[in-house]
Structures are given as structure tokens and as C-alpha cells.
Nanobody, 119 residues
Framework: QVQLVESGGGLVQPGGSLRLSCAAS????????MAWYRQAPGKSRDLVAI???????NYVDSVKGRFTISRDNAENTVTLQMNSLKPEDAAVYYC?????????????WGQGTQVTVSS
């Protein structure tokens, strides 16, 4: 089992920045990828950014150049630095840890943190 606790959400004006953090505990040695997803009201939960164990990253097109995902394997944390925020970035952001055993993937989720972008 993996437990995830997020922090860092809040209210920010358009063009501003926020930094989200996620701390993992439990069977952290088994984690493969870590990622951030977001879900706006009435919409699906979508991938925002993902980072592999060896630091490779990928982003949804809408956040490329504005968001940066990073991972500290020693501290078992993953961070999402969000710059130049837009109103359409507003959502509940969820930290995700994926554990792959053989052909089975297990997903673990944090409780979510609200990001509001408004003037």
C-alpha cells in the first residue's frame, strides 16, 4: 500500500504561480511512475504531468512550458511547479503513484488539493 498526501493548493490570480507537493509513504520502494492529474467540475480526471523513476517527464500539451514536475526519490516526494496560471487550470489536483507488478498496475491517489485561478 502507498499513501499520498498533497499540499500547496489555493487561490491565485491569472498569471500567478503555485507549487503543489505530494509526500508518499508506505511501500514507496514499489512505486514506478508518479503523476499529477486534475479534475474540473463536471469533467473527467485527466493527466497533467508524469515522471518516471529515472526522471523522464511528459506533460499534457496545455501545460507544456508552464508546469514542471519533479521527483525526489530519497524524500519520496513529487512536486508540480505551476507558472503562468490560467483560469482553465482551475481544478482539484490529485497526486498519483503507480505500482506495476507483472502485468498488473495499481494506482494510488491522494485526497486532492483545490487550485483556483481567479482575479
Amino acid at each position: 500500500q502507498v499513501q499520498l498526501v498533497e499540499s500547496g493548493g489555493g487561490l491565485v490570480q491569472p498569471g500567478g504561480s503555485l507549487r503543489l507537493s505530494c509526500a508518499a509513504s508506505g511501500s514507496v520502494f514499489s512505486i514506478n511512475t508518479m503523476a499529477w492529474y486534475r479534475q474540473a467540475p463536471g469533467k473527467s480526471r485527466d493527466l497533467v504531468a508524469i515522471i518516471t523513476l529515472d526522471g523522464r517527464t511528459n506533460y499534457v500539451d496545455s501545460v507544456k512550458g508552464r508546469f514542471t514536475i519533479s521527483r525526489d526519490n530519497a524524500e519520496n516526494t513529487v512536486t508540480l511547479q505551476m507558472n503562468s496560471l490560467k483560469p482553465e487550470d482551475a481544478a482539484v489536483y490529485y497526486c498519483n503513484a503507480a505500482v506495476i507488478r507483472g502485468v498488473t498496475r495499481y494506482d494510488y491517489w491522494g485526497q486532492g488539493t483545490q487550485v483556483t485561478v481567479s482575479s
